[in-house]
């Protein structure tokens, strides 16, 4: 009896640990099952992703099944291999500073950057400028995408650049419009200003101000804020130029004023560095210290669980 009861307590243990072992690869596995199938990456691709998977899981605060589920979200953005490994970094720090699973952060930064046709070479700033926004204003990650999803394309073609359309977010964050809404606003705004209606165009001419070059582009964003200020208290025609609808997120963006618009602007610029700087201060913690400890753990159990 006496040795039936050492080996009880000699094996469950391990049996405990096989248990947790093979679970933990098995989900990590079927995760990585879903990364091939949307990114059909060939063997030596695949590896390359596998295994950076498991090395963020094993130094970071996030498990490699969260960085696969990353890896997909971005795969079904069009990302190819290279271009995933490559923002994989940079979207830990901005969920890590977002308090977001990597998943969630990488669906919102591939929509947000693929919608505004940023370059893969340009992700890890978009993201920076992202962290940098949401850290600044009255807005989170998941109403910045919001807003992104709805003016982001437009913005695109008029050519207000990524870091002015996120200042006039910011700006409009901060008088309490977010999210879709805030999007939704700009972006009529802005094709009220490249294509004015009848009411708009009668109004701007009687202002004496002009919002398009004579090929028909959008004149820079915040020249026309600047030509538009002096009017914001002619309530009248700014309801007639950004119409009902669009005209409080104007208004929001006429009161804060063109010179906070290209400051805000050069700050978001400057952004470099952003996502990384505040990743670093969520973990300097005991909290954090725990956290990374277990992520090592992980790579023990992915190990096992193979085997």
Do not use: C
């Not at 977010?178 to 939704?184: E, F, L």
């Amino acid at each position: 009896r006496a040795g039936g009861a050492m080996t009880m307590a000699f094996t469950a243990p391990l049996a405990i640990i096989g248990v947790k072992a093979v679970k933990s690869f098995a989900s990590f596995e079927k995760q990585m099952d879903a990364v091939l199938a949307v990114t059909q990456a060939t063997e030596e691709e695949f590896d390359q992703l596998g295994g950076l998977a498991k090395h963020m899981g094993e130094t970071t605060i996030f498990t490699a099944v969260q960085a696969a589920e990353a890896m997909r979200a971005f795969g079904l953005a069009g990302f190819e291999t290279n271009e995933i490994m490559g923002a994989l970094g940079p979207t830990l720090n901005l969920a890590a500073a977002g308090s977001m699973d990597m998943g969630t952060a990488a669906d919102i930064a591939a929509k947000v950057t693929r919608g505004y046709g940023i370059a893969a070479e340009d992700t890890t700033h978009a993201m920076d400028v992202l962290t940098k926004a949401f850290t600044t204003a009255n807005t989170d990650l998941s109403e910045l995408g919001g807003a992104f999803k709805m003016v982001g394309p437009v913005a695109k073609t008029a050519g207000v650049s990524f870091e002015m359309t996120t200042a006039a977010l910011q700006t409009m964050a901060d008088a309490g419009i977010i999210g879709s809404m805030s999007g939704r606003q700009l972006r009529r705004s802005l094709l009220r200003l490249v294509n004015p209606p009848g009411d708009a165009a009668k109004a701007l001419d009687k202002l004496g101000v002009t919002t398009t070059d004579t090929s028909g582009r959008l004149l820079p964003f915040d020249q026309i804020v600047e030509d538009l200020e002096p009017h914001l208290r002619d309530t009248a025609a700014m309801a007639e130029i950004f119409g009902t609808i669009a005209m409080p997120g104007m208004v929001a963006i006429l009161s804060k004023g063109s010179d906070e618009l290209r400051e805000m602007t050069a700050e978001l610029e400057e952004a470099g560095g952003t996502g990384q700087r505040i990743a670093d201060v969520m973990v300097d913690n005991v909290a954090g210290a725990f956290v990374l400890f277990t992520s090592a753990m992980e790579g023990v159990w992915l190990a096992i669980g193979k085997s």
